[in-house]
T-cell receptor
Framework: SQQGEEDPQALSIQEGENATMNCSYK?????LQWYRQNSGRGLVHLIL?????REKHSGRLRVTLDTSKKSSSLLITASRAADTASYFC????????????FGQGTTLQVKP | DGGITQSPKYLFRKEGQNVTLSCEQN?????MYWYRQDPGQGLRLIYY???????QKGDIAEGYSVSREKKESFPLTVTSAQKNPTAFYLC?????????????????FGDGTRLSIL
């Protein structure tokens, strides 16, 4: 079963603009992770945020987590054409910590 | 450089045939995973292994089998019982934290094997 659901499914912006992607999930989580996938490649880990954290930063990336709303957002600031990729959130359930459950992903296109 | 190597990059299966996808890691990771990705979709877990000689079924294990005889290797066999095997298969690995939970650690992915039916 899919735990995380991303919104929007697709996003197209101009270089230099900010991109925001949202992830909602259904059950209590231990942590939430964001990954990036370039076309035809494997996934690359971006950020892991634990259930007791509210915000994390990494370079141009900012992730927030609201456990009361069961949602997370990924903000990419000052986007570049090289940020064009699919972005996935993945959750680790509090009740089954053995595995990640991935959402369907958001496809981001950054136009130069 | 440390990493995960999946081979082959492309694989074709004939009807009734079993095929094996290779996954090797030199990251000294305890945990390894196999995922299936269909076009425009997220990843679904097939099998995972937290330690050598032990593995668990994921959400879509039917028609697949695995072995974990060595820490570095986690091959996936797509059997003839898997009637819709066409997909992109991704292997991943991770460390385990102090309470031995692999899921609290980021996963490192290979570049995938694309399997098609002839």
């Amino acid at each position: 079963s899919q735990q995380g659901e991303e919104d929007p499914q697709a996003l197209s912006i101009q270089e230099g603009e900010n991109a925001t992607m949202n992830c909602s999930y259904k059950t209590s989580i231990n942590n939430l992770q964001w990954y990036r996938q370039n076309s035809g490649r494997g996934l690359v880990h971006l950020i892991l945020i634990r259930s007791n954290e509210r915000e994390k930063h990494s370079g141009r990336l900012r992730v927030t987590l609201d456990t009361s709303k069961k949602s997370s957002s990924l903000l990419i600031t000052a986007s570049r054409a090289a940020d064009t990729a699919s972005y996935f959130c993945a959750t680790v359930s509090s009740s089954n910590t053995g595995k990640l459950i991935f959402g369907q992903g958001t496809t981001l296109q950054v136009k130069p | 450089d440390g990493g995960i190597t999946q081979s082959p990059k492309y694989l074709f299966r004939k009807e009734g045939q079993n095929v094996t996808l290779s996954c090797e890691q030199n990251l000294n990771h305890d945990a390894m995973y196999w995922y299936r990705q269909d076009p425009g979709q997220g990843l679904r877990l097939i099998y995972y292994s937290q330690i050598v000689n032990d593995f668990q079924k994921g959400d879509i294990a039917e028609g697949y089998s695995v072995s974990r005889e060595k820490k570095e290797s986690f091959p996936l066999t797509v059997t003839s019982a898997q009637k819709n095997p066409t997909a992109f298969y991704l292997c991943a690995s991770s460390t385990r934290d102090r309470v031995r939970q692999a899921s609290n650690q980021p996963q490192h992915f290979g570049d995938g094997t694309r399997l098609s039916i002839l």
